[in-house]
């Protein structure tokens, strides 16, 4: 399966399989970009500030939506693809994994 469904079930079954937060980011975005997405990237919120994350392909207009985890926005999610829809998808079943990025304070978390 290709396109943005055959993104979906590869994102699905990377989350089902989990592992080090790093390590599942990279495969998710490695996932999008084999299934036809020609950029995407993680941004972290930092103190205020957005600090690049993994990203893989080349920069292009892209989509940015907002990653948020219990209502607070932790980070961004840039895709290029038009589908504002498969973009806010992905950038929810990552969340927990971008919290991770974010800020456990030193402490083990598994999501």
Do not use: C, K
Request: negative net charge; glycine residues 10%; proline residues 5%.
């Amino acid at each position: 399966m290709t396109g943005e469904a055959g993104a979906l079930e590869a994102i699905d079954r990377i989350l089902n399989r989990g592992g080090d937060a790093d390590d599942v980011l990279r495969e998710v975005l490695a996932a999008v970009h084999e299934h036809g997405t020609p950029f995407a990237a993680i941004r972290f919120l930092d103190s205020g500030a957005l600090v690049a994350g993994p990203s893989v392909g080349q920069p292009t207009d892209a989509l940015v939506m907002p990653i948020s985890y219990e209502g607070e926005q932790i980070g961004e999610l840039e895709l290029a693809t038009e589908d504002a829809e498969f973009a806010a998808r992905v950038a929810t079943l990552i969340s927990a994994y971008v919290l991770v990025g974010w800020d456990t304070a030193g402490e083990p978390w598994s999501p």
